[in-house]
Nanobody, 127 residues
Framework: QVQLVESGGGLVQAGGSLRLSCAAS????????MGWFRQAPGKEREFVAA????????YYADSVKGRFTISRDNAKNTVYLQMNSLKPEDTAVYYC????????????????????WGQGTQVTVSS
């Protein structure tokens, strides 16, 4: 069982930056690949970024590539999402998710393949 708690959301102007954190409970964090997803009002949840357990492979949605960076610190049981050059269309509730996987190269952008989810943190980007 893994419990995930996101933090770091807030209100920011377009062009600004935020760093989201997701703290995981338990001693087995390094067994999990991690992902970030988001859901805007009236829209379906969409994939944002993912990272393998070792941190060596990452994967991004085209809409955030070059602006967002996912990283993790296994010693702190935490995954991060650094968001730069934010746009109003980035406004959404951001969720982190965990997927049990020891692959160093395969990451998933499918929400259905993730086993645990956090409660989400709101990110609002004003124009």
């Amino acid at each position: 069982q893994v419990q995930l708690v996101e933090s770091g959301g807030g209100l920011v102007q377009a062009g600004g930056s935020l760093r989201l954190s997701c703290a995981a409970s338990g001693r087995t964090f390094s067994r999990y690949a991690m992902g970030w997803f988001r859901q805007a009002p009236g829209k379906e949840r969409e994939f944002v970024a993912a990272i393998v357990w070792s941190g060596g492979t990452t994967y991004y949605a085209d809409s955030v590539k070059g602006r967002f960076t996912i990283s993790r610190d296994n010693a702190k049981n935490t995954v991060y999402l650094q968001m730069n050059s934010l746009k109003p269309e980035d406004t959404a509730v951001y969720y982190c998710a965990a997927r049990q996987s020891r692959s160093r190269t395969v990451v998933s952008g499918r929400g259905s393949e993730y086993d645990y989810w956090g409660q989400g943190t709101q990110v609002t980007v004003s124009s």
